[in-house]
């Protein structure tokens, strides 16, 4: 029984290729950040107040119902700021802040609930940030695209030599063995909006945000068997 080697030999050569392509594609997810904060001259109200405003944002997010597909608190502090007094210190007031990460489905709500956080006092909206779904089928059409231009850059060398393809030993992706994603990374840019305390101001228009088209890149690594070249 005739097996095929990983490695060339001068009756079967091996050939080594690297496949790539790329891929544009609307987003799937809008991700917005939303920082809560209070203040109070003691511990408790300030507490109490950063509490009154988290439930209420978190509300106003829910109300959105299927369109918002993750909600959570990402990080939260309550912290004392201190004046000097004397020859020594003293807590002046009390500082909090709950930062909530949404990330939502339906671009049309997106708009309109990114004006009515922004117009709560004492709170910041951040985003949005564009990005595929992990499973997104675009992710794996680049790959797909990208095997077969390995395939064809491959036989374009094979043919060049008068050879032709017998085998596929390998097929992987660049630095397998490393933990950073190649595919789908959020693509960067987004605004910042902050209310401040003060008279309730007048509604305005929901803000109209255009998606961001996505740029998807894979990169694959391929190893084949030919026939011996026509020298």
Request: net charge negative.
């Amino acid at each position: 029984m005739t097996t095929t080697q990983p490695y060339g030999t001068p009756d079967a050569p091996r050939l080594a290729v690297h496949g790539e392509a790329h891929l544009e594609a609307d987003p799937e997810i809008a991700r917005i950040t939303i920082t809560v904060t209070a203040r109070g001259t003691d511990r408790r109200t300030a507490l109490d107040d950063l509490t009154r405003r988290n439930t209420h944002v978190t509300d106003l997010i829910k109300t959105y119902g299927d369109a918002v597909d993750k909600l959570e608190t990402s990080a939260f502090s309550l912290s004392p700021q201190l004046t000097k007094h004397g020859r020594g210190e003293r807590v002046k007031t009390y500082h909090g802040t709950a930062h909530i990460t949404a990330d939502l489905t339906d671009f049309t709500a997106l708009g309109e609930l990114t004006t009515r956080l922004a117009d709560l006092e004492l709170t910041r909206v951040d985003g949005p940030w564009w990005s595929l779904r992990p499973d997104s089928p675009a992710h794996t059409e680049v790959r797909r695209r990208a095997v077969h231009e390995a395939v064809a850059r491959a036989r374009a060398y094979a043919d060049a030599l008068g050879a032709t393809l017998t085998a596929l030993v390998e097929l992987s992706d660049p630095g397998a063995e490393n933990t950073t994603p190649l595919y789908g990374r959020p693509a960067p840019g987004g605004m910042a909006y902050r209310a401040v305390a003060g008279a309730a101001p007048e509604p305005v228009p929901a803000l109209d945000l255009e998606p961001q088209r996505q740029t998807v890149h894979a990169r694959i690594n391929a190893r084949f068997i030919m026939t011996p070249p026509a020298l």
